[in-house]
């Protein structure tokens, strides 16, 4: 999670040198009905095969070159289709030592940013604990960073990928207000289809979403209630409150209405603080901004395998824009940087399988994911 957040696929092979022509040609014709079997101005073997529906034959396929330790990829339109094989590449031993020192720096980073957040409304609630607050505010942000990241992990796992564990980036407070810049996942092998794109694509910030109402629940439930007065020695100190839309998420002022009850003690002039709230808003930012639909942002991931490459595009030009528009400056130029520099421009990872259409049912939960990103939406804070 972070900027920008999502899987990433090296989708590079060895030079072959995997079974004879005519083994890779009787695997793909035990699926498929081969036109023919070749081997390609680089040595690539490659066999034509019959256009039909190919999304479940062809994962099929996958497994059985598994046995063999090669890959393969299916492209073509039309009434043939082709396939070209490539020795897997050998995926080397995680040094995970290189995990946990990148996490312990970013637990001790984002602890610093959430003590000198507080230290503002120290002046208000003098009574609280500085080092209790910069936990809350660790515990909350690493939560909501961390479980994204596992649930592109998890989905991963469920489609029998292999992918790194998480790679927490610190930033040193107070240049970098949050004491992080994310996390990310990579991915060591590129996904069989659309399908597994996009659910690799919606996974972490589903989850990151779904924690972040959970973290605001918990500041609901702990926040320090700071009455007028305390408010107004707040504002003479520089510190503004925002209480509509679109300056907050309309996620959070839905939550405010539902989640009244929890704290019947507060009358209606008080506001509530917690270094758990203060996560959370960061949570909704993070995951509206990897919703964006754009390049290789979680957005664009699934942007990718709903439209296609050249509808990412069209969705990658969109989604800088409205960046532009809503504020997202600095953002919308570094996506302009990075795509600048990608060998694959806007035109995101690519899955074995790019002929297969998503799902119907993953075609409606793009809609989920469209309503996670309004939900999360503010005007840009910096």
Do not use: C
Request: glycine letters at 8%.
């Amino acid at each position: 999670m972070g900027e920008p957040s999502q899987p990433e696929t090296q989708t590079t092979f060895a030079v072959y040198v995997g079974p004879p022509l005519e083994t890779i040609r009787s695997i793909v014709a035990s699926q498929f009905h081969v036109k023919d079997a070749f081997l390609d101005p680089y040595g690539v073997p490659t066999v034509q095969i019959t256009a039909e529906p190919v999304k479940e034959k062809f994962q099929t396929l996958l497994r059985q070159l598994t046995e063999h330790r090669l890959v393969a990829a299916i492209r073509g339109s039309g009434d043939t289709l082709t396939i070209k094989t490539f020795q897997k590449p050998q995926i080397r031993t995680p040094r995970r030592i290189i995990n946990l020192v990148l996490f312990l720096a970013t637990v001790a980073t984002v602890f610093g940013a959430g003590y000198l957040i507080w230290m503002v409304f120290d002046i208000a609630a003098p009574e609280a604990n500085s080092y209790l607050m910069g936990a809350q505010f660790a515990v909350g942000l690493l939560a909501i960073i961390g479980l994204h990241e596992f649930g592109h992990q998890a989905a991963a796992r469920h489609h029998n990928l292999e992918a790194t564990l998480p790679y927490f980036i610190p930033g040193p407070p107070p240049f970098v207000p949050f004491g992080t810049f994310g996390a990310l996942i990579s991915l060591k092998e590129p996904p069989a289809n659309r399908d597994q794109l996009f659910d690799l694509g919606l996974s972490g910030p589903l989850v990151g979403f779904i924690i972040t109402i959970i973290v605001g629940v918990v500041a609901v439930a702990v926040g320090l209630p700071l009455d007028e007065a305390q408010q107004d020695v707040l504002r003479s100190q520089g510190v503004r409150f925002i209480s509509g839309w679109p300056d907050v998420p309309a996620l959070f002022i839905l939550m405010d209405r539902a989640l009244g009850f929890l704290r019947p003690d507060i009358g209606p002039n008080t506001i509530l603080y917690s270094q758990f709230a203060q996560a959370a808003q960061i949570g909704a930012l993070l995951t509206f901004l990897n919703l964006i639909p754009a390049w290789q942002l979680d957005g664009g991931h699934i942007s990718r395998a709903v439209f296609g490459p050249e509808g990412l595009r069209v969705v990658t030009i969109v989604g800088v824009i409205a960046l532009f528009v809503t504020g997202y400056y600095s953002f919308a130029i570094l996506l302009l940087i990075l795509m600048s520099f990608s060998r694959r421009g806007s035109t995101g990872v690519e899955p074995l399988d790019d002929i297969s259409p998503i799902s119907n049912s993953r075609k409606i939960l793009y809609l989920l994911g469209l309503v996670t990103l309004g939900l999360t939406f503010s005007l840009s804070p910096f």
